[in-house]
C-alpha cells in the first residue's frame, strides 16, 4: 500500500519554504524549454524534404540550437522533482524520450543526405563538409544519449528513494 502523502500544512516550514525557488526554476525552465524549442521548429518551416541542401543544413543547424532547449527542459525536470512535482516530472521525461527519438530519426535522415551531399560539394569544400558531419555526429551521439538517460531519470524518479 503507497504511504498518503503528507498536504502542504503537514511538511516541515523548511521543506514549505523551498518550493518558491522551485516554482521559480520551473518556471525559467519552462521559458527556456519554450524559447529553445520554437527556434528549433522554425529552423524547420517551411519544410523542404527531398532538397539534399536543406537537409543536410537544417539538421546540423537542429543539433547546433539544442543547448537552449536541452537547458530548460531539464531544468523544468529537476525543478519539478525538487518541488516534489512528480507529474510534471514525469512529463518532462517522456518529453525527453521523444525528443531522443526524433533526433535519432533526423540523424538518420542526415546520413541519408550525406552521400548526395558529399557528391554535390566541390573538392575545396568538402573538408568543411566532413567537420560538418564529425561534428553532426558527435552531437547526435550526445544529445540522444543525454535525453535518454534524463528522460528515464525523470519517468522512474518517484520511485526512487528520497521521493516517495
Known amino acids: ?26 518556471l525559467l525552465g519552462t521559458a527556456l524549454t519554450i524559447v529553445g524549442w520554437v527556434d528549433i521548429a522554425l529552423l524547420w518551416w517551411p519544410l523542404s524534404l527531398g532538397n539534399v541542401e536543406w537537409e543536410f543544413g537544417t539538421i546540423s543547424a537542429t543539433f547546433d540550437g539544442l543547448p537552449l532547449g536541452t537547458i530548460g527542459l531539464s531544468l523544468a525536470g529537476a525543478a519539478a522533482l525538487g518541488g516534489r512535482r512528480f507529474g510534471i516530472a514525469r512529463a518532462a521525461g517522456i ?21 548526395p551531399a558529399w557528391r554535390g560539394t566541390p573538392e575545396a569544400v568538402q573538408p568543411s563538409l566532413l567537420k560538418a558531419a564529425i561534428k553532426t555526429t558527435i552531437f547526435a551521439i550526445t544529445y540522444v ?11 522512474r524518479a518517484r520511485r526512487r528513494r528520497g521521493y516517495t
Not at 7 to 18: I, M, N, T
Open 1 to 26: 500500500m503507497r504511504p498518503i502523502q503528507p498536504s502542504a500544512e503537514d511538511l516541515p516550514r523548511s521543506y514549505r519554504s523551498l518550493q518558491l525557488p522551485w516554482s521559480i526554476l520551473l
Open 95 to 115: 518529453a525527453m524520450l521523444v525528443v531522443a527519438f526524433g533526433l535519432i530519426a533526423i540523424y538518420l535522415l542526415y546520413l541519408l543526405t550525406l552521400a
Open 145 to 155: 544519449t543525454a535525453f535518454a538517460w534524463i528522460g528515464l531519470y525523470l519517468i
